[in-house]
Nanobody, 123 residues
Framework: QVQLVESGGGSVQAGGSRTLSCAAS????????MGWFRQAPGKEREFVAL????????FLADSVRGRFTISRDNGKNTVYLQMSSLKADDTAVYYC????????????????WGQGTQVTVSS
């Protein structure tokens, strides 16, 4: 089992920055890929970014590339999502997830999920 706990959500003005954290615990050795997804009200959960825990290689969705950065600290078993130049469209609940599959961008490819953290961007 893998436990994921997100933190760092809150309210931020458009153009601002926010960093989310995802602390992992449990037997996550079988889940080499960590991802971030988000879900806005009335919309489906969408892929945001992923990182390989071993290599640090990353992949980001087109909608956030150039504004968001994903990274990991293996010593702390934590994955970060640094968000900048935030827009109102970035308002959503952000979820951390763990997968066995590299380049997993679909929710069905992730086995473990956190409870989510709300990010609200006001204009």
């Amino acid at each position: 089992q893998v436990q994921l706990v997100e933190s760092g959500g809150g309210s931020v003005q458009a153009g601002g920055s926010r960093t989310l954290s995802c602390a992992a615990s449990g037997q996550f050795f079988s889940s080499p890929v960590m991802g971030w997804f988000r879900q806005a009200p009335g919309k489906e959960r969408e892929f945001v970014a992923l990182v390989s825990r071993s290599s640090g290689d990353t992949f980001l969705a087109d909608s956030v590339r150039g504004r968001f950065t994903i990274s990991r600290d293996n010593g702390k078993n934590t994955v970060y999502l640094q968000m900048s130049s935030l827009k109102a469209d970035d308002t959503a609940v952000y979820y951390c997830a763990a997968s066995r599959k590299w380049m997993a961008t679909m929710t069905s490819e992730y086995e473990y999920w956190g409870q989510g953290t709300q990010v609200t961007v006001s204009s």
